[in-house]
């Protein structure tokens, strides 16, 4: 055997062992992360090294024997890496604490100006919130982060402002105090006065009182004239006597638009008049809403075959007496 022989036997017996040893040799692994502690929302890197395995593992994922991944782990989080070959394991861990930021709490301010009035007259509510997300003020409904409504109570109300926020629910209150105005001077009866005329039924005098609201083209919110009307009306259903009164509002259109457009809009022409009442005090629970689209479309009664009818008479929302007011 000459040299150069010599040394390619030596070379490979070399190779030869260290394949054995390799061979027998067991698996390692290290994993290490990029920081420990973290708040919600931030990344983090998870690196890791194996040797002599055959299966790797990262968290029960099979990956690469040498790596790293980003993860961005909403709370605290354990990462493990396993290398296997046959029956021998190694694993390593490493822990990524992270810290929970718990969203601020909702702020709510809610104040009459002002808030002692006399009945008729009128009165500004104003709000604000931080940290919120939904706002609704009782007999309102839902209303912007911050603003100011005018308001006309028919008797002493408590306006009730609810703030929903991811960091809670906060309430805050308003009263308005309604005060009678000086009654007239009463004219003295004359003592031969004829008695007074028998009280007509109640479902009559509601007709009377609380009569149809119209509306413009298109339109549901409300004129200021049918706003007086509601006024008076609202005097009359807070009376103690006409209390238990309960009632419908039905909302009307005229024959113009699809079918599915006018009853959305009767059904918004009706609960305006529902919402404006409860502003004036009427309990909403003695109203109920439905809409009859363009159902009931009649126009006026001067209406002929020479003349069409009016198509603002159909414009409408209609209260319709139900039960309740009962005298003795």
Same mark, same amino acid.
């Given at each position: 055997?000459?040299?150069?022989?010599?040394?390619?036997?030596?070379?490979?017996?070399?190779?030869?062992?260290?394949?054995?040893?390799?061979?027998?040799?067991?698996?390692?692994?290290?994993?290490?992360?990029?920081?420990?502690?973290?708040?919600?929302?931030?990344?983090?890197?998870?690196?890791?090294?194996?040797?002599?395995?055959?299966?790797?593992?990262?968290?029960?994922?099979?990956?690469?024997?040498?790596?790293?991944?980003?993860?961005?782990?909403?709370?605290?989080?354990?990462?493990?890496?396993?290398?296997?070959? $046959?029956?021998?394991? #190694?694993?390593? *861990?490493? /822990? %990524?604490?992270?810290?929970?930021?718990? &969203?601020? @709490?909702?702020?709510?301010?809610?104040?009459?100006?002002?808030?002692?009035?006399?009945?008729?007259?009128?009165?500004?509510?104003?709000?604000?919130?931080?940290?919120?997300?939904?706002?609704?003020?009782?007999?309102?409904?839902?209303?912007?982060?911050?603003?100011?409504?005018?308001?006309?109570?028919?008797?002493?109300?408590?306006?009730?402002?609810?703030?929903?926020?991811?960091? $809670?629910?906060?309430? #805050?209150?308003? *009263?308005? /105090? %309604?005060?009678?105005?000086?009654?007239? &001077?009463? @004219?003295?009866?004359?003592?031969?006065?004829?008695?007074?005329?028998?009280?007509?039924?109640?479902?009559?005098?509601?007709?009377?009182?609380?009569?149809?609201?119209?509306?413009?083209?298109?339109?549901?919110?409300?004129?200021?004239?049918?706003?007086?009307?509601?006024?008076?009306?609202?005097?009359?259903?807070?009376?103690?006597?006409?209390?238990?009164?309960?009632?419908?509002?039905?909302?009307?259109?005229?024959?113009?638009?699809?079918?599915?457009?006018?009853?959305?809009?009767?059904?918004?022409?009706?609960?305006?008049?529902?919402?404006?009442?409860?502003?004036?005090?009427?309990?909403?629970?003695?109203?109920?809403?439905?809409?009859?689209?363009?159902?009931?479309?009649?126009?006026?009664?001067?209406?002929?075959?020479?003349?069409?009818?009016?198509?603002?008479?159909?414009?409408?929302?209609?209260?319709?007496?139900?039960?309740?007011?009962?005298?003795?």
């Amino acid at each position: 055997m000459n040299h150069k022989s010599g040394q390619l036997f030596l070379l490979s017996f070399v190779l030869l062992i260290s394949g054995l040893l390799s061979a027998c040799a067991p698996p390692t692994a290290k994993i290490k992360v990029s920081r420990n502690d973290i708040k919600a929302g931030d990344p983090v890197t998870v690196s890791w090294e194996t040797k002599n395995g055959k299966q790797i593992e990262l968290n029960g994922q099979q990956v690469e024997k040498i790596g790293a991944k980003t993860f961005t782990p909403n709370d605290t989080t354990n990462y493990e890496i396993v290398a296997k070959k $046959g029956k021998k394991v #190694a694993r390593d *861990r490493a /822990s %990524v604490k992270v810290e929970i930021i718990k &969203p601020p @709490a909702p702020t709510a301010m809610l104040s009459a100006e002002p808030d002692s009035i006399e009945r008729g007259q009128n009165t500004k509510l104003k709000w604000t919130s931080t940290n919120s997300k939904i706002l609704n003020i009782s007999g309102l409904g839902d209303v912007p982060i911050s603003g100011e409504r005018e308001i006309s109570p028919r008797v002493s109300t408590t306006y009730t402002l609810t703030a929903l926020g991811d960091g $809670g629910t906060v309430t #805050a209150s308003a *009263r308005v /105090s %309604v005060t009678d105005p000086p009654p007239p &001077p009463v @004219a003295e009866r004359p003592r031969t006065a004829e008695p007074p005329p028998k009280e007509p039924p109640v479902a009559d005098q509601f007709r009377g009182i609380v009569k149809p609201v119209f509306f413009e083209l298109d339109k549901s919110d409300l004129q200021q004239s049918e706003q007086d009307k509601l006024r008076r009306a609202a005097d009359w259903l807070n009376q103690d006597r006409n209390r238990t009164i309960a009632f419908r509002i039905e909302g009307n259109c005229d024959p113009r638009g699809t079918a599915e457009y006018n009853l959305g809009l009767g059904d918004r022409r009706a609960r305006s008049v529902r919402d404006f009442l409860a502003s004036l005090g009427v309990d909403p629970s003695r109203v109920e809403t439905i809409s009859y689209g363009s159902e009931k479309a009649l126009g006026t009664e001067e209406g002929s075959s020479e003349t069409p009818p009016s198509w603002a008479f159909d414009r409408r929302a209609d209260p319709v007496y139900l039960r309740g007011g009962d005298r003795p």
